[in-house]
């Protein structure tokens, strides 16, 4: 079982090391970077490689560690009860399983993703520090054990809104993808978008990269906000003039709302356009 | 130089305990990586760092550590590690008995110096030779002795040659959060902001919502939840404003209106350069629309916590004297205000968005770190993080 990445996913070596690693040794993948770097597809792209389920636990700043395990909806039984539903004498019937039980329930080893770990409130990891290390917890309302027949292989992704706890940390190994430079992501497009034209991507580059050096960006375009406006440009069929623009007037690069997504940002950009321009014509 | 490599790295900062240095042995009894030295940097890597700020510091020591090792003429880039010297270690290390041997030691930290010294020892005794040999039976760690030879790692054929080393590109080098925070980590900062503000949303039983509801519902029980409320911190932010500030005022500003939002309880002032007898909410109107400090001290209960934002370099002039401000005739000196400050606040900080490094350079910076009884941090993420620590005392 050994990662190497697919033809739909480029995984630097680094990567690779540190997810063959965390399989091997069994420990949590702890996954940070900036948006938009691949975070989340990596879990879906190991899963696809070893050929194994993937089981998706998506953080929400409200998830409790608890609902990862199982949730007793006591609510609804109550009401039950009040209703005389039959259901009401078994209280199995109102356990919920939550995601890490599926993923120890499995039957194949799965790759459980914990998405957006930072989402939560910061006690969130310490409480899970025992069920990912031991893979097992007690249903206190059932009396039973639900034990991992084989450990998932837990992959972790955090955009940094929080610090995440020490002891929790110690448990994971930790990969941090740096933003890809040229030719890594000259790749990373050629596995999107194969019969992109040379010329169109290396200006189109140029221009990605000029913009994510543009100081006070409230939020800087990432591969996926250039993925998406190279398929724009392509459908526009747009040439690779049109993005050539140091000689020209044309600063504002054409489809640019793809690339900045925060109104806030597209305004600092067309100033800094209008002052660029001015400039040129003194 | 296995062993310095972890002296070290505890060293530089980088918080390495004896559970990842067994990880980092799995790892490689378990094969993971190949045994090249790019191979090796990325598991060490992997495994010993947890946080992209100690990246480059972990970059840094390993460029140190294994310098030297690698010019090996002929061969491009390779370095030399003690595969099977590190293995013998590892399962010793793994063993019960081990465990309690290293605990007699003095535990991991005392081990580690126990075992550079023997090595060192070692090497004195076997000068010239190639083989250093262990002197078995006493020293859990001699027993296996040193295979000279080692395992090369690396001698990466394609990469021969290869000039620049992936440490050595310090390709995380603006993640080290000692650097002063800029556009780069200000959401970074404003985490911690954030994370100072928050303290766990709950979600709690709403009583009067519950009872009104059930009985709306004919007496069935019909529970009601809510989130409970965020931030209960109070922050009082007087920030310096215009002139030596002009070059720190936008990442200052950035952060903190921003992190406004998170508190339930925030005001914020400015002043100039010093604090002196008035404040204003709105530097547009700052002569029209003045605050008394004294009010100011009157109206916020002793329970706010304050943080000063401001350079602190002037002249000593303006805060030690009356009369020492630039820009008017001050009856009391800034120095007694902030003084007042202090003493109507347990709790107070000052961030300073000069870099430390100058802080003794100048003497203005020094008397108000002097009066704000050394609580002035930089404004770096690290010192931001000291800052909110000791704003939660
Ligand atoms: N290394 C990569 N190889 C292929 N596609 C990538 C790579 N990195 C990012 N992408 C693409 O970028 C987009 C964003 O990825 P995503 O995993 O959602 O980012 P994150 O979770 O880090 O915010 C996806 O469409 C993904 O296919
Ligand atoms: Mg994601």
Redesign the pocket.
């Known amino acids: 079982m050994k990662f190497t990445g697919t033809d739909?996913?480029?995984?630097s070596d680094d990567l690779r090391v540190a997810v063959n690693a965390a399989i091997a040794l069994q420990r949590p993948l702890l996954i940070k970077?900036e948006?938009?770097?691949?975070?989340?597809?990596?879990a879906h792209e190991v899963a696809k490689a070893l050929k194994a389920p993937i089981i998706e636990w998506h953080i929400k700043s409200t998830t409790k560690a608890q609902q990862g395990l199982y949730e007793y909806d006591a609510v609804s039984r109550l009401r039950d009860s009040q209703l005389g539903d039959e259901r009401v004498k078994d209280i199995a019937n109102y356990i919920k399983k939550g995601k890490l039980w599926e993923g120890f329930t499995s039957t194949e080893r799965p790759v459980l993703l914990i998405d957006e770990i930072d989402k939560a409130d910061i006690e969130f990891p310490n409480d899970l520090l025992l069920e990912l290390d031991r893979m097992e917890f007690y249903v206190y309302e059932t009396q039973q054990v639900i034990k991992a027949e084989q450990r998932p292989i837990v992959m972790i992704?955090s955009n940094n809104e929080k610090e995440l706890p020490d002891a929790f940390l110690r448990r994971c190994f930790f990969h941090y993808i740096r933003f890809?430079d040229r030719e890594t992501m000259t790749q990373?497009v050629d596995?999107?978008f194969p019969d992109l034209q040379r010329n169109l991507l290396r200006e189109a580059l140029n221009v990605f990269y000029d913009i994510r050096e543009v100081p006070g960006l409230k939020k800087k375009p990432s591969?996926?906000e250039l993925?998406d406006w190279l398929k724009l440009l392509m459908v526009e069929d747009m040439s690779p003039d049109a993005l050539r623009s140091k000689d020209s007037k044309q600063l504002i690069p054409p489809l640019h709302g793809a690339l900045l997504k925060n109104e806030q940002d597209v305004h600092l950009f067309e100033r800094l356009a209008f002052m660029a321009r001015r400039e040129q014509r003194q | 130089m296995f062993v310095n490599f972890f002296l070290e790295l505890r060293q530089a900062k980088v918080p390495v305990s004896i559970k990842e240095y067994l990880a980092l042995m799995e790892g490689m009894d378990k094969g993971v990586s190949d045994y090249s030295v790019d191979d090796f940097y990325y598991l060490s890597r992997a495994i010993l760092v947890k946080d992209e700020r100690n990246l480059d510091k972990f970059d840094k020591v390993f460029g140190h550590i294994f310098k030297g090792l690698e010019a090996v003429p002929g061969d491009g880039v390779a370095a030399e590690i003690p595969e099977e010297w590190l293995r013998k270690l590892a399962e010793k290390l793994l063993t019960e008995e081990e465990k309690a041997q290293i605990e007699a030691l003095g535990g991991w930290e005392k081990l580690m110096e126990t075992l550079k010294k023997r090595l060192e020892e070692q090497q004195k005794r076997h000068q010239g030779g190639s083989k250093w040999i262990g002197t078995a039976g006493t020293s859990p760690f001699g027993a296996h002795g040193f295979n000279p030879e080692g395992v090369r790692i690396g001698q990466d054929k394609n990469r021969e040659g290869r000039a620049v080393k992936v440490w050595d590109k310090r390709e995380y080098k603006n993640l080290d959060d000692t650097v002063e925070i800029g556009t780069r980590n200000i959401k970074i900062a404003l985490r911690r902001l954030r994370k100072f503000a928050r303290e766990g949303a709950e979600v709690e039983l709403d009583m009067p919502d519950t009872i009104r509801s059930t009985a709306r519902n004919a007496g069935y029980l019909d529970i009601k939840m809510v989130p409970e409320r965020r931030n209960k911190v109070k922050l009082l932010i007087l920030f310096d404003i215009g002139g030596s500030m002009d070059a720190h005022i936008r990442v200052c500003e950035e952060l903190f209106s921003a992190a406004r939002s998170e508190f339930k309880h925030l005001e914020f002032f400015y002043f100039h350069n010093c604090l002196y007898e008035k404040l204003w909410k709105d530097n547009r109107r700052r002569h029209v629309d003045t605050f008394s400090t004294a009010q100011l001290l009157h109206t916020y209960p002793a329970d706010y916590k304050v943080l000063f934002v401001g350079d602190a370099s002037m002249s000593p002039y303006e805060i030690a004297y009356p009369g020492g401000s630039v820009e008017h005739w001050n009856e009391e000196s800034g120095q007694t205000w902030i003084q007042r400050v202090a003493d109507t606040y347990r709790s107070m900080v000052w961030l300073n968005p000069v870099p430390e490094r100058h802080w003794s350079y100048t003497p203005s910076i020094q008397l108000l770190q002097q009066l704000s009884s050394n609580r002035m941090f930089p404004l770096t993420l690290g010192g931001l993080d000291s800052a909110m620590k000791e704003l939660n005392k």
């Open positions: 739909s996913y480029v995984a970077g948006p938009g770097t691949g975070k989340t597809v990596l992704t890809p990373i596995v999107h591969t996926s993925l």
